[in-house]
C-alpha cells in the first residue's frame, strides 16, 4: 500500500521559517521518490523538491535552491521539507507525492504527472 500524508502548515511572517512532514507507508517511503509540491491560486501545481529512496539524492526547483531543504527519515516513516527565509510567493497548498523510482528516473522527479499518489495538500501562507 502506498500512501502519503502532510501536515505542518500554517501562517508565518515573511523571512520565518516551517516546518512540512509527509507521513509516508513503509512501501512508499523505502520504494518511492517521494515529492513536494506547492499550487498557488490561479497556478499550475509546481514541483518544489524531491527525494529518491534509492539512494537519497535530491531535487530542488531554482526558486527554493539554498532556502528549503528536503530529508528524511525512515525510523519515523516521514519525509521533512524544511523551509527557511520564507516570502510571501512561497504561499500556497503544499503536496506530498509519490512516484515509481524508475518513472521518477524517466520523466523528472519535480514532473507532477511522474506521480501517483498524492496527499490532500496543507496550506502554507508567507505574510509580508
Known amino acids: 500500500q502506498v500512501h502519503v500524508a502532510e501536515s505542518g502548515g500554517g501562517l508565518v511572517p515573511s523571512g520565518d521559517s516551517l516546518r512540512l512532514s509527509c507521513a509516508a507507508s513503509?512501501?512508499?517511503?523505502?520504494?518511492?521518490?517521494i515529492g513536494w509540491f506547492r499550487q498557488a491560486p490561479g497556478k499550475e501545481r509546481e514541483g518544489v523538491s524531491c527525494i529518491s529512496s534509492r539512494d537519497g539524492s535530491t531535487s530542488y526547483a531554482d526558486s527554493v535552491k539554498g532556502r528549503f531543504t528536503i530529508s528524511r527519515d525512515i525510523a519515523k516513516k516521514t519525509v521533512y521539507l524544511q523551509m527557511n527565509s520564507l516570502k510571501p510567493e512561497d504561499t500556497a497548498v503544499y503536496y506530498c507525492a509519490a512516484a515509481e523510482e524508475v518513472t521518477a528516473q524517466a520523466v523528472g522527479g519535480l514532473r507532477r504527472h511522474a506521480y501517483d499518489y498524492w496527499g490532500q495538500g496543507t496550506q502554507v501562507t508567507v505574510s509580508s
Open positions: 513503509e512501501v512508499a517511503l523505502n520504494y518511492y521518490t
